[in-house]
């Protein structure tokens, strides 16, 4: 069967860097998207990796090794506005994507 | 804003009751979808739409049923729901289906509950 995994919850001080990982089990690969959800809202696009590496976009990192079946999701200096629940989907052989339970992030002050 | 607009935000309504959620893009793209989310699980694809045809069903009871008049709207209508199908249910479009890095951009949801 297709899988993803990720934390259910995290927690990080404002200011600071957390990881947020990704493990997937899917058939054929086409793509891995991070997405951003705060509660009562929709989720927004924040990443696309399709080759192995590291894509930076300002505060906000997401790797990715084919070979391993993972990603992660860096987020750096850390603001209160990043308190969201993030999601990781696979688009697989057919290009439907194959969705995980998503990380909700909580950061105190 | 993301472009896709949702309504009604909430609804509830009896197991015998008939509604329906709409959707509407305004970014011009060619594919729709909608999914259930629930909590703590993952997004479940239910509908996918490209240039007004069903392209997809994954096995969605036919109590949900869909309809996409044109390429910006698409409606899901219900009838004689269970209280299992309380969710939040999210539209989303895409320039089109099956295009590898083509991100798919959501509405905000409908929050329905089942009495």
């Known amino acids: 069967g297709q899988n993803i995994d990720q934390p259910t919850e995290m927690t990080a001080t404002e200011g600071a860097i957390v990881q947020i990982n990704c493990t997937y089990q899917?058939?054929?690969?086409?793509?891995l998207f991070w997405y951003q959800q705060h509660a009562g809202e929709a989720p927004t696009f924040l990443s696309y990796n399709v080759l192995d590496g590291l894509e930076e976009k300002g505060r906000f990192s997401s790797f990715l090794s084919r070979s391993k079946g993972y990603s992660y999701l860096l987020l750096k200096e850390l603001q209160m506005k990043d308190s969201a629940s993030y999601l990781c989907?696979?688009?697989?052989?057919?290009?439907?994507?194959?969705w995980g339970a998503g990380t909700k992030l909580i950061i105190k002050p | 804003e993301t472009g896709v607009t949702q309504t009604p935000r909430h609804l509830v309504m009896g197991m015998t009751n008939k509604k329906s959620l709409k959707c509407e893009q305004h970014l011009g793209h060619n594919a729709m979808y909608w999914y259930k989310q629930s909590a703590k699980k993952p997004l479940e694809l239910m509908f996918v739409?490209?240039?007004?045809?069903?392209?997809e069903n994954n096995s969605v009871p036919s109590r949900f049923s869909p309809e996409c008049p044109n390429s910006s709207h698409l409606f899901l209508h219900l009838h004689t729901l269970q209280p299992e199908d309380s969710a939040l249910y999210l539209c989303?479009?895409?320039?089109?289906?099956?295009?590898?890095?083509?991100?798919?951009?959501f509405g905000d949801g409908t929050r329905l509950s089942i009495l």
């Open positions: 899917t058939s054929g690969f086409n793509g």
């Open positions: 989907a696979v688009s697989d052989s057919n290009y439907q994507l194959i």
């Open positions: 739409y490209s240039l007004e045809e069903r392209v």
């Open positions: 989303a479009s895409s320039q089109e289906p099956g295009q590898g890095g083509q991100p798919q951009h």
